[in-house]
């Protein structure tokens, strides 16, 4: 399982940043994905989280409204379109895949929102 994110980056607040997650060596199209971040001191918590045919999507209360996440099954890739993005969305950005109890992460890609 290789998990993959890029996009991160340096913005203000208000501005918008596009994340992507590239997954290679299992089954895309039949896993459900999710995005999580980590601020500096605190806990990885999950942002928002994708069934596999996107038809069903959950997110964070934190970001609703703002956030959005979507999939390509054609090219095994997720996104994160962020929005509307806040200081307080700083942090490290996860790609996961979860598979019963065990967990496949990405390298993490940070995000960084000046005010």
């Known amino acids: 399982v290789q998990l993959v994110e890029s996009g991160g980056g340096l913005v203000q607040a208000g501005g918008s940043l596009r994340l992507s997650c590239a997954a290679s060596?299992?089954?895309?199209?039949?896993?459900?994905m999710r995005w999580y971040r980590q601020a500096p001191g605190k806990l990885r918590d999950m942002v928002a989280a994708?069934?596999?045919?996107?038809?069903?999507?959950t997110y964070a209360d934190s970001v609703k409204g703002r956030f959005t996440i979507s999939r390509d099954n054609s090219k095994n890739t997720i996104y994160l379109q962020m929005n509307s993005l806040k200081p307080e969305d700083t942090a490290v950005y996860y790609c996961?895949?979860?598979?019963?109890?065990?967990?496949?992460w990405g390298q993490g890609t940070q995000v960084t929102v000046s005010s």
């Open positions: 996961n895949r979860p598979v019963g109890t065990i967990n496949f």
């Open positions: 060596g299992f089954t895309f199209s039949i896993s459900v």
């Open positions: 994708i069934t596999s045919n996107g038809a069903t999507t």
